[in-house]
């Protein structure tokens, strides 16, 4: 899985851009089929951190998730966590839709 940490209108510290990834590299334990993950800081505003998440899945459509916060790392945080949500959210859906017996009868 590839991870991508880029920043718009300022810079992160390397230590910084590794701990973003060590945050969003637990969400392959969610679903094991992400092939990238795509992290947009934007310090635009620095009272208000922007961050945005985008995964790739195979056989599936972008995830997006979106978190603005006084404070970076809770930008980070919410971020992943409402992509978490989505990721639990389609795995059930997949999970339980091959489980599903059908009521037609022939």
């Known amino acids: ?11 992160l510290s390397p230590a910084s851009q590794s701990k973003v990834v060590a945050k969003v590299s637990r969400l392959k334990r969610y679903f094991d089929r992400l092939t ?5 800081v ?3 505003n620095p009272e208000l951190p922007a961050v945005e998440i985008v995964a790739s899945a195979e056989h599936f459509h972008d995830m997006v998730s979106h978190e603005l916060a006084p404070q970076f790392w809770r930008s980070v945080d919410g971020a992943v966590q409402k992509l978490e949500q989505q990721l ?3 795995k059930e859906k997949v999970h339980d ?10």
């Open 88 to 90: 639990r959210k389609h």
């Open 36 to 40: 990238a993950l795509n992290v947009t």
């Open 42 to 44: 934007d310090l635009a």
């Open 1 to 11: 899985m590839q991870i991508n940490v880029s920043t718009r209108h300022g810079h």
């Open 97 to 106: 839709h091959k489980h599903v017996q059908s009521t037609r009868r022939t």
